[in-house]
């Protein structure tokens, strides 16, 4: 699954092994799957979104609902609120004062702002 991460131009290759695995052994594969579904890169993107639509079709679609929302609250949990803070005021000081770009800086503070909303 590294390689997907890493490489996208080799992700089409391997769709086919994944879903061959998939159908095989469901239970070893979902959460690699599940962690490539939220990835950045589009093609692997895909790759995890066909892997899941087979599980679905298999008749696994709570296994793939009950992990998606695993790896999704593993996440949120995972880094804390001074984390992401400090994390988000550094990069925002660097779009400011290295770039003088208040665009960049504000789209970086918006979501920080955003989730003590939904804390509250």
């Avoid at 793939?64 to 609120?81: G, P």
């Avoid at 789209?107 to 909303?117: H, I, R, W």
């Amino acid at each position: 699954m590294a390689v997907l991460a890493g490489v996208s131009g080799l992700a089409l290759p391997y769709t086919h092994i994944l879903v061959k695995a998939a159908r095989s052994c469901p239970y070893e594969i979902i959460y690699s799957v599940c962690e490539l579904h939220n990835s950045e890169t589009p093609e692997v993107t895909e790759v995890a979104k066909q892997v899941i639509g087979v599980l679905r079709e298999c008749g696994h679609s709570a296994l793939i609902d009950n992990a998606l929302m695993f790896t999704r609250e593993l996440k949120r949990v995972a880094s804390s609120w001074i984390e992401k803070w400090y994390f988000g005021i550094e990069e925002a000081s660097r779009f400011w004062l290295g770039q003088r770009n208040f665009k960049d800086m504000w789209e970086v503070f918006v979501p920080l702002y955003e989730s003590l909303n939904k804390v509250s």
